[in-house]
């Protein structure tokens, strides 16, 4: 599996005007919906799922800046993916505090878990790495985000972050 064989390139927001995480879900939600990967009636849904999911536990990672939130839903057809970028940063309710720059929507069907399972471990070692973070941080296009999507694929960066890890070294 490949990150583009879930991430939605069109869905991508490069300038999330959020504030909040029920804000930034809504926005993300909305931006699968506007390409037709969620259906309207379903749209609330799947932002209650999201927000559902935020209050077992969150999802946002202080100290890197950035949150996975995520959904298993019925109304999505397979495993689905999308990326924001907030320069003012989202309350997120992160551990260890702050808010966060990057988020990493995925929203998958209930029956596919080792589909969204591989796509969770794919975006949580890919965001454990700071060159990659940093590099994300400062893309100010879809274009310029798909593009770092495409080389994460070709170079199999979450690969890279699981065997450091292994080796007791730090992602990078």
């Known amino acids: 599996m490949k990150l583009a064989d879930f991430v ?29 990967c969620i259906a309207e009636a379903d749209r609330e ?42 320069r003012r940063g989202v309350e997120f309710d992160a551990m260890a505090g702050g808010p966060v720059h990057i988020l990493f929507l995925l929203a998958s069907p209930p029956d596919r878990p080792a589909e969204f399972l591989r796509a969770a471990e794919m975006v949580s070692w890919l965001l454990q790495l700071e060159d990659f973070r940093d590099r994300l941080r400062r893309a100010g296009t879809r274009d310029e985000i798909v593009g770092l999507i495409a080389e994460a694929d070709r170079d199999s960066l979450w690969e890279v972050g699981r065997v450091r890890l292994r080796q007791g070294r730090p992602p990078a």
């Open 45 to 86: 849904d799947v932002v209650q799922a999201i927000l559902h999911r935020e209050r077992l536990g969150t999802t946002g990672w202080g100290q890197i800046g950035a949150a996975m939130p995520e959904a298993r839903h019925p109304a999505v057809g397979r495993t689905l993916g999308t990326i924001a970028l907030s």
């Open 8 to 36: 939605v390139p069109e869905a991508i927001i490069p300038d999330l005007r959020a504030g909040t995480k029920e804000e930034a879900a809504r926005e993300m939600v909305d931006a699968l919906h506007a390409v037709g």
